[in-house]
């Protein structure tokens, strides 16, 4: 176990050094890393996902996003990870920097498409702020069934 996170938080510390803008994120599955990511690319952060792997009962898909040096505004902003099918219906939305995705859940949304594209949303907390801006939303991955 300290190896798994002494290995996490390296990865962690690599990705610090190599992104530009202070943004990462990786996707595991059963403590493997199955993708780090710095930038936003819909052709390369993609995820294959094994039919085999969505019949282990009990284990999860986690994306966990990162932003450095926000320590003076970590409250400032509402983040949220959303789940969409290929034609964008949104199909599960949680209001973290982080998401776990059971097997079974998964299972579940590939019997009926093919494609899960995981995106991260910001919004200011603060709701006068929050009716100016213009969300944007940052596309990290796709679970595309094999």
Avoid at 29 to 35: A, G, P, V
Avoid at 41 to 57: H, R, S, Y
Avoid at 121 to 141: E, K, N, T
Wanted: proline fraction near 3%; charge should be positive.
């Amino acid at each position: 176990m300290k190896n798994i996170f002494l290995l996490i938080a390296l990865t962690l510390l690599i990705c610090s050094f190599c992104t530009q803008d202070g943004v990462s994120w990786m996707v595991t599955f059963c403590n493997k890393e199955l993708l780090v990511a710095t930038r936003e690319d819909q052709n390369k952060n993609i995820v294959p996902v094994n039919p085999a792997d969505l019949d282990k009962p009990g284990k999860y898909f986690t994306l966990s996003y990162w932003e450095m040096n926000t320590i003076n505004r970590k409250n400032a902003w509402k983040r949220s990870i959303i789940t969409f099918d290929e034609s964008n219906n949104q199909l599960i939305k949680k209001d973290n920097s982080a998401i776990n995705l059971s097997t079974n859940e998964l299972k579940n949304l590939f019997n009926k498409i093919k494609k899960i594209k995981l995106f991260a949303f910001f919004i200011p907390s603060d709701p006068s702020q929050a009716a100016f801006v213009r969300i944007r939303r940052l596309h990290l991955c796709t679970f595309e069934l094999k």
